[in-house]
């Protein structure tokens, strides 16, 4: 699908050079097999695999996202952490990451944000 989605690729791209631009901490993420899935068995019934995250702590932009998606199943979720929140079942997710370009920084904090998803 994320290669199908060339309008989805844009919106990365354009967002992380926004965020680059002006200094900005990444507020969002990929996470491949992500491990939050198994707290939603509902949603998890109707995905293929495998399947895709958009993690933010931005619910705004991640209803902006949502709009311009097809095939998308949306929730929120609390993650006690960063970590927990792009913990993946694949161990092979930060070479994946570094190969796309994501940086994943697990020192950054939430701050009581309660990150959205897109699946």
């Not at 309008?7 to 050079?17: A, N, Y």
């Not at 495998?50 to 929730?75: C, E, H, Q």
């Not at 190969?99 to 009581?112: A, V």
Request: hydrophobic letters at 40%; charged letters at 25%.
């Amino acid at each position: 699908m994320l290669d199908e989605e060339e309008h989805f690729q844009e919106q990365l791209f354009e967002r992380l050079r926004y965020f680059g631009e002006r200094e900005l901490v990444q507020d969002f993420w990929l996470v491949i097999e992500p491990k939050f899935l198994d707290n939603f068995p509902k949603i998890t019934q109707r995905l293929r695999r495998p399947a895709v995250a958009l993690v933010s702590t931005n619910g705004t932009w991640i209803t902006f996202m949502k709009l311009r998606l097809d095939r998308v199943l949306y929730d929120s979720f609390e993650a006690t952490s960063l970590d927990e929140a792009l913990a993946s079942i694949l161990p092979l997710l930060s070479s994946i990451s570094l190969k796309i370009g994501w940086r994943h920084t697990p020192s950054m904090n939430l701050d009581g944000g309660i990150p959205s998803c897109l699946k």
